[in-house]
T-cell receptor, first 117, second 114 residues
Framework: AQSVAQPEDQVNVAEGNPLTVKCTYS??????LFWYVQYPNRGLQFLLK??????LVKGSYGFEAEFNKSQTSFHLKKPSALVSDSALYFC???????????????FGTGTQLKVEL | EADIYQTPRYLVIGTGKKITLECSQT?????MYWYQQDPGMELHLIHY???????EKGDLSSESTVSRIRTEHFPLTLESARPSHTSQYLC?????????????FGEGSWLTVV
């Protein structure tokens, strides 16, 4: 079975400071990892994904994420946070070993990011 | 921006009414999904489809039904709405052929049953 955990319900950071939103996963095969952002009353917007290759993945709006196989983590990072980054962030995983009906994306419970002046 | 559209965006309806949430995508994606999400909470997959005439139940049991008669269209229907159905419903789609493909979401439909 595949699973993903976001251990923090909320992350608070001051504008201009670096931010990290944590994500860990569990799969039997190789992971396909995704980050999405959701603003209030909106759908989910795709930020970035890791499929293979370079462990550091760069995405939209200055976000990046680092895949760490030994720690089974895929933390989302940004060097300098903006107030407009305040939103709900979801990590998701798909197990490459699963096919057919099992080949679905599993989402974490979400982390609310609050960036303050 | 993903070309996936949901209507209505907001709906307030009385108990016992039948409702259909529309979802259309213009990307030619084979796979389509419906997720249910309470405000600020996690997503639950309730239905998915791998193509025309294919529909499957998701991880969360739902009284809603879906159909996939055309590739681009994946409507969700509640025959008799109840207050417990109040939630946000998110439609999504992705190409079929690769597990690394991204799922793209619509803007969501907020349903309130009174």
């Amino acid at each position: 079975a595949q699973s993903v955990a976001q251990p923090e319900d909320q992350v608070n950071v001051a504008e201009g400071n670096p931010l990290t939103v944590k994500c860990t996963y569990s799969v039997s095969g190789n992971p396909y990892l995704f980050w999405y952002v959701q603003y209030p009353n909106r759908g989910l917007q795709f930020l970035l994904k890791y499929i293979t290759g370079d462990n550091l993945v760069k995405g939209s709006y200055g976000f990046e994420a680092e895949f760490n196989k030994s720690q089974t983590s895929f933390h989302l990072k940004k060097p300098s946070a903006l107030v407009s980054d305040s939103a709900l962030y979801f990590c998701a995983v798909r197990d490459s070993a699963l096919t057919g009906g099992g080949n679905k994306l599993t989402f974490g419970t979400g982390t609310q990011l609050k960036v303050e002046l | 921006e993903a070309d996936i559209y949901q209507t209505p965006r907001y709906l307030v309806i009385g108990t016992g009414k039948k409702i259909t949430l529309e979802c259309s995508q213009t990307m030619g994606h084979d796979k389509m999904y419906w997720y249910q999400q309470d405000p600020g909470m996690e997503l639950h997959l309730i239905h998915y489809s791998y193509g025309v005439n294919s529909t499957e139940k998701g991880d969360l049991s739902s009284e809603s039904t879906v159909s996939r008669i055309r590739t681009e269209h994946f409507p969700l229907t509640l025959e008799s709405a109840r207050p417990s159905h109040t939630s946000q419903y998110l439609c999504a789609s992705s190409p079929r052929d690769n597990s690394g493909n991204t799922i793209y979401f619509g803007e969501g439909s907020w349903l309130t049953v009174v």
